[in-house]
């Protein structure tokens, strides 16, 4: 687990100053249990409050996640055993915006603010696929499917699944779909309740 070894040795004699860097990306509105950060060569435990910079990487225990505000109002919540990073982040205002995110395994849950109110590239990249979001609430991680990804549309205007293998567009609430390792995203299709209930459980502390 993260606690182990040199990152344990960090946690135990890093100084708040070190993480009070004047970053922009998001706030920290919600911790439940075993949440740290890297940033840099830094790991610290997030508190409500904290600001998020580019390249925080959260990492989260069993029963445990954390939930981000963005600067735009779009809302992330990383969910339990979940490595996730924050990429890349910015707002222009004579170019598309950019949101990047890497999802190293577990799941989350992202409803978008008004970053998607105008051109932009908002992408969760995976090991399998990545995700691309057009204005949405959706959800997408991994441990509902076997050795598989699974992502969902609860609302808005579409989310895009893509590898080299091929693609899927989710164009209506409730549409999902899986990708398994070495293979194309499957055809968009609605969740049976019981799935549904799976992939919130990984969000719901």
């Known amino acids: 687990m993260i606690r182990s070894g040199i990152w344990g040795v960090l946690l135990c004699i890093l100084p708040l100053a070190a993480v009070a860097a004047p970053c922009r990306v998001a706030d920290v509105v919600r911790v439940v249990g075993d949440v740290v950060v890297q940033r840099s ?3 610290f435990r997030p508190f409500v409050g904290i600001k998020v910079c580019r390249g925080d990487r959260f990492v989260t225990g069993p029963a445990s996640i954390a ?6 109002g779009s809302q992330v919540i990383v969910g339990k055993n979940t490595d996730f990073v924050v990429r890349e982040y910015r707002l222009y205002n004579d170019q598309p915006n950019v949101a990047l995110f890497d999802l ?8 978008t603010g008004a ?3 105008r051109p932009n590239r ?3 990249r995976t090991p399998i696929a990545t995700i691309g979001v057009r204005g ?3 959800w997408g991680g991994f441990g509902v499917t076997a050795d598989g990804l699974d992502v969902i549309m609860l609302s808005g205007k579409g989310v895009y699944v893509t590898n080299g293998k091929g693609s ?3 164009d209506k609430p409730g549409l999902g779909t899986t990708v398994l390792p070495g293979g194309s995203p499957a055809a968009a299709g609605p969740w ?3 799935k549904l209930g799976r992939a919130v459980a990984t969000i719901t502390p």
Not at 67 to 72: G, P, S
């Open 192 to 194: 049976a309740d019981e």
């Open 67 to 72: 939930e981000l505000r963005l600067r735009d």
């Open 168 to 170: 899927v567009e989710l």
């Open 122 to 124: 908002y992408e969760i």
């Open 104 to 111: 190293a395994r577990g799941a989350f849950r992202s409803v």
């Open 136 to 138: 949405t609430d959706f």
């Open 41 to 43: 060569d830094v790991v």
């Open 115 to 117: 970053i998607t109110s």
